[in-house]
């Protein structure tokens, strides 16, 4: 079965600074979708960013960005210029291509940004 | 248009009893997917339902069931509740079997007593 594995409970960041979060999986399949989805205290899951695992280039979202290498089953967020409201649990996501919506997700990661 | 509603918000239940949770996808939708999310674990796969039919079902007892009805909309069931069920339920839609971005309610905090 897939798994998807954040090392990182906790993470905070100061207002204006970068910080990436850590994201791991295993697979046997090659082809594939990653996601990282941002849950503010609302609860409602907001989709940040998606990579395709067939395309070679990071995907990149204003100030969201992602680092994905394949070979090393490695999946990172980066968020430039943090702000504020960026403060939520950040979850990653797995996805086969062909195993219809069933989403494997981390345990998630808590960002606290810091004014 | 309206996104994914899934009611109640908050539900409070005791040992035993049975609850049904319900989300409505966004409109034109036909897939809906149920999670459970607890601190630590994450989210955990419930199922998923596609034009009526369960497509996929996750590692759950069979404590925990569905159905999705004809204008899409979906109920999950849970019956014999125990206190690990305590949970946030959250609900998911998407436009149909293949395309892979999920839309989601801001859930049914669910506690079991």
């Known amino acids: 079965a897939q798994t998807v594995t954040q090392s990182q409970p906790e993470m905070s960041v100061q207002e204006a600074e970068t910080v990436t979060l850590s994201c791991t999986y295993d697979?046997?399949?090659?082809?594939?979708?990653l996601f990282w989805y941002k849950q503010p205290p609302s609860r409602q899951m907001i989709l940040v960013i998606r990579?395709?695992?067939?395309?070679?280039q990071n995907a990149t979202e204003n100030r969201f960005s992602v680092n994905f290498q394949k070979a090393a089953k490695s999946f990172s967020l980066k968020i430039s210029d943090s702000q504020l409201g960026d403060a939520a649990m950040y979850f990653c996501?797995?996805?086969?291509?062909?195993?219809?919506?069933?989403?494997?997700f981390g345990t998630g990661t808590s960002l606290t940004v810091i004014p | 248009k309206a996104g994914v509603t899934q009611t109640p918000r908050y539900l409070i239940k005791t040992r035993g009893q049975q609850v049904t949770l319900s989300c409505s996808p966004i409109?034109?939708?036909?897939?809906v997917s149920w999670y459970q999310q607890t601190p630590g674990q994450g989210l955990q796969f419930l199922f998923e339902?596609?034009?009526?039919?369960?497509?996929n079902k996750g590692n759950f007892p069979g404590r925990f069931s569905g159905r999705q009805f004809s204008n899409s909309r979906s109920e999950m069931n849970v019956s014999t509740l125990e206190l690990g069920d305590s949970a946030l339920y959250l609900c998911?839609?998407?436009?149909?079997?293949?395309?892979?971005?999920?839309?989601f309610g801001s859930g049914t905090q669910l506690s079991v007593l």
């Open positions: 998911a839609s998407s436009l149909d079997g293949h395309n892979e971005k999920l839309f």
């Open positions: 697979t046997s399949e090659s082809d594939y979708y």
């Open positions: 990579q395709e695992a067939y395309k070679q």
């Open positions: 996501a797995y996805k086969g291509r062909d195993t219809g919506n069933q989403f494997y």
């Open positions: 409109s034109g939708h036909r897939s």
């Open positions: 339902y596609f034009s009526e039919t369960q497509r």
